[in-house]
């Protein structure tokens, strides 16, 4: 079985794939970069057991990180505890997706794994917008190219800013309000944040749409994309394991060829 690793500023998902592709168990965890390897192995070793699996079914590791501290971390709890070399998304992969933009070292290993993915499971053209510490609209062209996209401040992150920055306010439960008109401080908060950010949304997909020149598949990914798809009609499909799926396909791409038959001849 093949164990999936997405570390992000927030969150990090893992999920475990069979041999035929089923995502049979995911789990998402809080980012800390203060936990050592061993810390995180004793909870990866828990959440297996809890899906009645153990470290010896795990034969293939592959990871993706934007913590640079916690890459480490996971490197050496996979060769620790695992006893595997994890396939670490970085520059030089095959990645199965051409990066056509200015600076292809700098794409962001999640960004790539969810333009694999979406070319491989929703079709191209394509929009993925992944909501997470930063909400990312990363754009598939026509012929499978990632063509680059946008990088907005994530809801929490917006709420967070706000609340750090302005006395009065404070931090409170996202929701959807009854309405854009708040009647307290909290709902007011609660439509400039989720409507304001709807419109956020559908502002930049409308101006992407345009550049591309036909209406592209939008898929959403990332934890705090069901506030958002429930309020607009922009986004077509919600796709929680776009990342890991997109993970397990770089797995798989980056393997090695069989070995040719002794008997058979090499084509040139």
Not at 32 to 41: G, V
Not at 131 to 157: M, Q, R
Not at 167 to 181: F, G, K, Q
Not at 197 to 214: K, Q, S, T
Request: proline letters at 5%.
């Amino acid at each position: 079985m093949l164990l999936a690793v997405d570390v992000g500023n927030t969150n990090i998902v893992l999920g475990v794939f069979a041999p035929d592709g089923r995502l049979v168990a995911d789990w998402r965890w809080a980012t800390d970069q203060a936990r050592m390897a061993d810390e995180y192995a004793a909870l990866a070793t828990w959440c297996l057991r809890d899906a009645d699996l153990a470290r010896g079914d795990v034969d293939g590791v592959v990871l993706a990180s934007v913590v640079p501290p916690l890459t480490t971390t996971f490197r050496e709890l996979a060769r620790r505890y695992f006893g595997r070399e994890p396939l670490v998304v970085q520059a030089g992969l095959r990645t199965g997706v051409a990066l056509r933009v200015d600076a292809p070292d700098e794409v962001g290993a999640d960004r790539i794994a969810n333009a694999l993915a979406v070319k491989q499971l929703h079709g191209t053209p394509a929009v993925v917008v992944d909501f997470g510490t930063a909400t990312n609209f990363d754009v598939v062209s026509a012929d499978g190219a990632f063509v680059g996209g946008a990088i907005a401040p994530g809801l929490l992150t917006s709420l967070e800013g706000l609340a750090s920055r302005a006395a009065r306010l404070r931090t409170i439960e996202i929701r959807a309000p009854a309405s854009a008109i708040g009647r307290n401080t909290p709902d007011c908060m609660r439509a400039g944040l989720v409507y304001g950010y709807v419109g956020l949304v559908e502002g930049l997909l409308a101006r992407i749409a345009a550049e591309l020149e036909e209406r592209p598949k939008v898929v959403a990914t990332g934890g705090l994309a069901p506030l958002v798809v429930e309020q607009t009609r922009a986004i077509d499909v919600y796709d929680e394991h776009l990342t890991l799926h997109g993970l397990r396909l770089l797995y798989e791409l980056n393997q090695p060829e069989p070995a040719a038959h002794p008997g058979q001849r090499q084509r040139e």
